[in-house]
């Protein structure tokens, strides 16, 4: 995938996908082995608080989890007449980092930095040859991206022996921009960059040392930026105003034996809070819809070093119809399918390496007139690799 300079500035930090939006649970993280599935009540390093920040009072110490991955993204877009767009994802990089202090048996802080939401994408050259010569698609998109990085300082207390209550602040850095040739054959460019805020509130419920239950809120994120409306359209949805919907997670983490041990998650994210976008100045309605996801997981403690992940998840569209998306958002109902291991090194230190596939539905395009078209089968895979140690 080919990337202006100016994305390449977030692209360490931030990702792209489908699954119930433009939100990513893939930060690099154990959690990629297993699809996410009890990333609210497992806590068992510090990215816990990416979801729950309650989960840091389940930690002991000084930790410090580094999470690197890379995602390939198959996404083929195909116009009923002119020329395809092929992959416009391709390889893309992320990496995040999590630390957490333990202040006293009840107190815990931990800070995070990791980019969860987001989407780029490069079109090239597509669509019908115009008049000049020039490719109609280049005229509406030539490529486009709306990204955000996350800093999140974090608190955890333990009430007692059962029950923990945690909560962070989510300091956002945005940016978005969109690439496109006009009719003359010119590339313009308008891009722009915004700070929001958002917060976390998380609850931690230890039922006994084997079971735990957990329970997490997101707040919306708003950002609004400041592009130019003469290089927007209506139907790219690279938007001036972008909300980030609020969500709420609730995870279930079980300890079978000391070999097995399972766990899950039922999740909602408020989809439809994004119909709203404004663009060009004009609120535009999208037909969007909440979310749902679900989760399942196993691990299994093959000796004293090795521990071996797998799960499945899947996250249900934003749209309300799949044969009216938008060509910047090829979004859909997803599942993940994620295997991984973690090795430990030494007593206090371990390296885990995870996969995971994703697959989305078909998404068709009604709103471009010669360049309708269909994003077939898009896909998805993470390679991820995690550092964790504790003193």
Known sequence: MKFQSSILLLALCTGTTWAGGIYLYEVGTEDVGLAGAGMAARAQDPSVMMTNPAGLSMLKGDQITIGAQALYGDVQYRPQIGADADNVIGWFPGMSAFYSHSINDQLTVGLGLYGNYGLAMDFGHWGLSGPQGNDLGSSLIKNGATMALTFQPSVAYRINDQWSIGASLGINYGYAALTRDTLLGAEEKTSNEDWALNAKLGVLYQYNESTRFGLA???????????????????????????????????????????????????????????????????????????????????????????????????????????????????????????????????????????????????????????????????????????????
């Open 217 to 391: 809120y997101t707040s919306a994120t708003q950002y609004n930026f400041d592009l130019n409306p003469s290089i927007l359209g209506q139907q790219t949805l690279v938007t001036q105003e972008l909300n980030a919907p609020q969500q709420i997670m609730f995870s279930a983490f079980h300890q079978l034996s000391p070999r097995w041990a399972v766990m899950g998650n039922v999740g909602w994210q408020d989809w439809s809070a994004y119909n709203q976008n404004k663009i060009n100045g004009a609120q535009v309605s999208q037909q969007f819809q909440d979310t749902w996801h679900s989760a399942l997981g196993v691990q299994y403690q093959w000796n004293e070093k090795l521990r071996l992940n797998t799960g499945v998840a899947y996250d249900s569209s934003f749209y309300q119809d799949q044969h009216n998306a938008s060509l910047a958002l090829p979004s859909g109902a997803a599942w993940r399918f994620g295997a991984g291991a973690v090795y430990q090194l030494d007593k206090k230190s371990s390296v885990g390496l995870a996969l995971e596939y994703m697959h989305v539905d078909d998404a068709t395009v009604q709103n471009i007139g010669p360049l309708n078209g269909q994003y077939d089968s898009p896909q998805m895979f993470f390679i991820s690799a995690n550092y964790q140690t504790q003193f």
